[in-house]
């Protein structure tokens, strides 16, 4: 998808968003775990989104980690869940409330436990691109 968004963006063109890996320095097993309990987009265990970007043709701006802030936004999200709870499993259904909330839970683990990161990144397309 980088590679794509580098091929239409204009030279020093910039692109920003937000992304989920994992942390560095984490054992075979613990990268293992890491892909377990974060999303399924978390598969490139080892490689810091800003190695990705660059790999893509794009200069690194801006990194900052916001791990702490998502921690708070997952543990807000599953307590109005929560909260919630009999409305939602009548809107939702059964099956995918509690796959919702089991998604919240495992990415909650995995911040804890030192696996998942959250990053802000702000990208800028090589001038001579």
């Known amino acids: 998808m980088l590679r ?24 075979t097993e613990e990268l293992a775990l890491a892909t377990e309990l974060g999303p399924s987009e978390v598969t490139a265990v080892g490689t810091p989104p800003s190695g990705h970007a660059e790999r893509a043709g794009f200069d690194v701006v801006r990194q900052e980690d916001v791990t702490s802030d998502f921690r708070e936004t997952c543990a807000a999200i599953l307590q109005a869940r929560a909260m919630h709870e009999a409305t939602l499993r009548e809107e939702e259904g059964d099956e995918w409330f509690d796959e919702e909330r089991s998604k919240k839970s495992a990415l909650m683990e995995g911040i804890d ?16 691109c």
């Not at 204009?10 to 984490?26: C, D, E, F, K, T």
């Not at 436990?113 to 001579?128: H, N, P, T, Y």
């Open 113 to 128: 436990r030192g696996f998942l990161r959250r990053s802000f990144i702000v990208v800028r397309k090589q001038a001579g």
């Open 4 to 27: 794509e968004c580098e091929r239409v963006l204009r030279p020093n063109g910039r692109m920003s968003g937000y992304v989920i890996h994992v942390a560095p320095g984490l054992s």
